[in-house]
């Protein structure tokens, strides 16, 4: 499986935006789905976005539709999730997730336990009101 490592995150104002970063290794990039999951304190873990193998087809969940943007560069082994007109109720710790099976599959993946996906070890982005 790939290893991920995700960066970027930190404390920002409502309205502002963050990009994350999640770096990939160990592993042939292009082969995996890509995905973002986020999990606010006390909640369970929640599907942000995805993006097959080469980036031309994404998903997103309700709340971040329009806000937030998924993509990837294969050539850099590196996907990204652009997030714009953060809110407050964005705070989370956001995981990066890669699956070989596809972003289908991912994209209904609940549990950071699935042992068939690679996970980042996350990162906290807090947003102020």
């Known amino acids: 499986q790939v290893q991920l490592v995700e960066s970027g995150g930190g404390l920002v104002q409502a309205g502002g935006s963050l990009r994350l970063s999640c770096a990939a290794s160990?592993?042939?990039?292009?082969?995996?789905?890509m995905g973002w999951f986020r999990q606010a304190p006390g909640k369970d873990l929640e599907f942000v976005a995805v993006?097959?193998?080469?980036?031309?087809?994404?998903y997103y969940a309700d709340p971040v539709k329009g806000r937030f943007t998924i993509s990837r560069d294969n050539a850099k082994n590196t996907g990204y999730l652009q997030m714009n007109s953060l809110k407050p109720e964005d705070t989370a710790v956001y995981f990066c997730?890669?699956?070989?099976?596809?972003?289908?599959?991912?994209?209904?993946?609940?549990?950071?336990?699935?042992?068939?996906?690679?996970w980042g070890q996350g990162t906290l982005v807090t947003v102020s009101s």
């Open positions: 993006t097959n193998w080469s980036g031309e087809t994404s």
């Open positions: 997730a890669a699956d070989g099976r596809g972003l289908h599959t991912l994209k209904l993946v609940t549990s950071t336990t699935d042992s068939s996906v690679s």
């Open positions: 160990g592993g042939i990039f292009e082969m995996y789905a």
